[in-house]
Nanobody, 113 residues
Framework: QVQLVESGGGLVQAGGSLRLSCVLS????????MTWSRQAPGKEREFVAT????????RYADSVKGRFTISRDNARNTVTLQMSSLKPEDTAVYYC??????WGQGTRVTVSS
């Protein structure tokens, strides 16, 4: 059974940076398109970034383009989301998703103004 565990969330001031990590167990991460999604308080879940199995192709939501970078290390079964120039509107629970099927439990990011 594939399981995903996110880490790296926390409280940061606006303009700061955080690095989220997601480790996949029970499977091979290179088999999956990996995605980060987020859900802000009182809002619907939304797409943040995605990366192909080989890591050669990535795509970002317009709201995070130029500030966030998704990457993966297939040898370590890990995908990361480097977040910079954080804004209060980035406050959300961030989820790692494998193949659109498997979801982690989420890690909370709070950006203070």
């Amino acid at each position: 059974q594939v399981q995903l565990v996110e880490s790296g969330g926390g409280l940061v001031q606006a303009g700061g940076s955080l690095r989220l990590s997601c480790v996949l167990s029970g499977g091979t991460i290179s088999d999956y398109l990996m995605t980060w999604s987020r859900q802000a308080p009182g809002k619907e879940r939304e797409f943040v970034a995605t990366i192909s199995g080989s890591g050669t192709t990535s795509r970002y939501a317009d709201s995070v383009k130029g500030r966030f970078t998704i990457s993966r290390d297939n040898a370590r079964n890990t995908v990361t989301l480097q977040m910079s120039s954080l804004k209060p509107e980035d406050t959300a629970v961030y989820y790692c998703v494998a193949g659109g099927i498997y979801w982690g439990q989420g890690t909370r990011v709070t950006v203070s103004s």
